[in-house]
């Protein structure tokens, strides 16, 4: 366990883990957050992300410098691959998620992890995007996930400790089990 | 439209689009692919996630320099702000989609477009993050969209350009509908 200034595990600040549940129950109000962000196609494949305020706690955040984020498809996809494209911008969005939600669980625990590497696979046929075939849904099919935790536990409690990012990972859910989008367009 | 060394409209080589389909009906397997990531975790919030191959049009394409993107989380949730978070890069990827579903399937019907923007909220309550209340899930209970498309076409036109997108976008499937994750503990 590192000691610094305040109480750490795994690099989670865990008196303040405590501290902001605390707070939560006593005013659940503080635990809405929206995230946001924005996009501009720039062209053809090529569009750029920025996600700057979001609200949390009570109050809004923002923050000085947007971070941008360049999507683009690959040559074979038609693109000028100047970055990643939206469905691999997905498993980056699922392998953050479940690798914090790990981290910060055990850190919960109490269990000090000192390696965390995963590797994301997904399959999808793009008879569903160009509307080839209505039988083929455009998105991924399926998403593989491997995940290697080392930490000085049991293979049982590295197993709860995956289990654990998967039931408490805000991506991994959305993605397992899908959400309400509502697209409305500005005239 | 523009006209270069290729036909293109959008920035989309249409040409090369409709070879694609057509390659596509000869042999369906070139339509598979499989899209990748990696992640290792660096300390507390942060970790880094990498894009390199992928594997599409019956074989390998992989990249010199992989794509590299920063996850962390605001201090707010108890990290250094060095990136986005993984619930913005979700949208992040759904924003990427959207966009590049939409001007593709708007090249595909010759439509020109000169310009997409758009923006993304969702609503997270951290209840189910932090596993204070089972019935709250961690994921966003919502995603809100707005598109705002510009070209020298009708309102229902520009209804039926973001229509298409919705309809064909990967992201915007896999987010509203969900997929199968298989979490896998390497030992």
């Known amino acids: 366990m590192e000691t610094t200034q305040e109480k750490t595990l795994n690099g989670v600040p865990t008196d303040r883990l405590v501290e902001t549940m605390q707070a939560i129950r006593k005013q659940p109000e ?4 929206k995230f946001r962000a ?11 992300a920025t ?3 979001f609200h949390g706690a009570l109050e809004e955040h923002p923050r ?7 999507l683009d498809e690959h040559p074979v996809l038609l693109g000028g691959d100047t970055g990643g494209n939206p469905v691999e ?3 980056t969005a699922l392998s953050g998620c479940l690798t914090t939600s790990l981290v910060y669980h055990a850190a ?9 590497e995963s590797s994301y696979e997904g399959d ?19 998403i593989r996930v491997t995940m290697k935790v080392e930490a000085d536990v049991s293979e049982e409690i590295k197993d709860e400790l995956v289990q654990a990012a998967k039931d408490h990972s805000p991506v991994y859910d959305v993605v397992s089990n ?5 697209v409305v367009r500005a005239r």
């Not at 503080?30 to 957050?33: C, G, P, V, Y």
């Not at 924005?38 to 750029?48: E, I, Q, T």
């Not at 999808?124 to 399926?142: A, C, K, N, T, W």
């Not at 899908?178 to 509502?182: A, F, K, M, S």
């Open 30 to 33: 503080i635990a809405k957050f």
């Open 38 to 48: 924005k996009n501009r196609w720039d062209d053809g494949a090529r569009n750029v």
């Open 51 to 53: 996600v700057g305020a």
């Open 64 to 70: 000085e410098e947007p971070f941008e984020y360049v």
């Open 89 to 91: 911008y997905l498993l």
């Open 108 to 116: 919960a625990r109490g269990i000090e992890v000192t390696g965390v």
């Open 124 to 142: 999808i046929d793009l008879h569903g995007f160009l509307g080839m075939d209505e039988s083929v849904r455009p998105g991924y099919q399926e």
């Open 178 to 182: 899908g959400t309400r989008v509502e």
